[in-house]
């Protein structure tokens, strides 16, 4: 199955990306998929442990159950003055 990854921010900068696909097994959660973009981009790995997540543009938890196609958005926190 494949999820389309979409980076925001800092992420995106480090990812070098906006978007990407990323590969994985039935009943794989978004906690498991952080581990999984953590690999593709160790880069991004110490900034993962405080996004938010979003997939379909609806807010989800690291227990959610992803499925095929679903877009993944990775919100990193949004800081202001």
């Not at 906006?18 to 593709?40: F, M, N, P, S």
Request: charged share 30%; proline share 4%; with cysteine.
């Amino acid at each position: 199955m494949k999820v389309t990854l979409r980076l925001f921010g800092q992420l995106r900068e480090l990812a070098k990306c906006d978007e990407a696909e990323i590969e994985i097994k039935e009943g794989t959660k978004i906690g498991d998929l952080v581990w999984l973009v953590g690999e593709r981009f160790p880069n991004m790995r110490q900034h993962l442990k405080v996004v938010s997540f979003s997939i379909d543009n609806d807010y989800a938890s690291k227990e959610t159950v992803l499925n095929e196609g679903n877009e993944v958005s990775l919100l990193p926190p949004i800081s202001g003055g």
